[in-house]
Nanobody, 125 residues
Framework: QVQLVEPGGGSVQAGGSLRLSCVAS????????MGWFRQPPGKEREGVAN????????YYADSVKGRFTISQDNAKNTLYLQMNNLAVEDTAMYYC??????????????????WGQGTQVTVSS
C-alpha cells in the first residue's frame, strides 16, 4: 500500500523560498509517476509538476517554470518541490500524488491513485 506524507509547508513573504517534502512508503518511486498539485482557495486542483523515474520526462506548469524544481531522492523515498521566488498567487494547499506502477504521468488529478494529506503554503505581500 502506498502512503504519502507531507511534512513542512509554511508561510513566507513574496520573493522567498520554501521546500516541500513528500515521504513515500511502499511507492517504488522509480517505477511510477510522482507529482505535485495545488488547490488555491475557491479554485480547482491543478498540476504543478510531475516526473517519472528519477528525472525523466519532467513536467512543469507554465506558471511555475523557472521558479519551481521537482526532484526525488530514491534512497530516502522522498519527493521534493523546491519553490523559489514565490508569489502571492502561489498560495494554496499543496498535495503530492502518485500514479499506479508504470502508468505515464498526467496533469489530470483524477488520474492519480494516491495522495498525501496536503500542506498549506501561504505567501504574503
Amino acid at each position: 500500500q502506498v502512503q504519502l506524507v507531507e511534512p513542512g509547508g509554511g508561510s513566507v513573504q513574496a520573493g522567498g523560498s520554501l521546500r516541500l517534502s513528500c515521504v513515500a512508503s511502499g511507492a517504488n518511486a522509480r517505477r511510477r509517476c510522482m507529482g505535485w498539485f495545488r488547490q488555491p482557495p475557491g479554485k480547482e486542483r491543478e498540476g504543478v509538476a510531475n516526473m517519472f523515474a528519477a528525472g525523466d520526462k519532467i513536467y512543469y506548469a507554465d506558471s511555475v517554470k523557472g521558479r519551481f524544481t521537482i526532484s526525488q531522492d530514491n534512497a530516502k523515498n522522498t519527493l521534493y518541490l523546491q519553490m523559489n521566488n514565490l508569489a502571492v498567487e502561489d498560495t494554496a494547499m499543496y498535495y503530492c500524488a502518485a500514479r499506479r506502477l508504470y502508468f505515464a504521468c498526467n496533469t489530470d488529478p483524477g488520474a492519480y491513485d494516491y495522495w498525501g494529506q496536503g500542506t498549506q503554503v501561504t505567501v504574503s505581500s
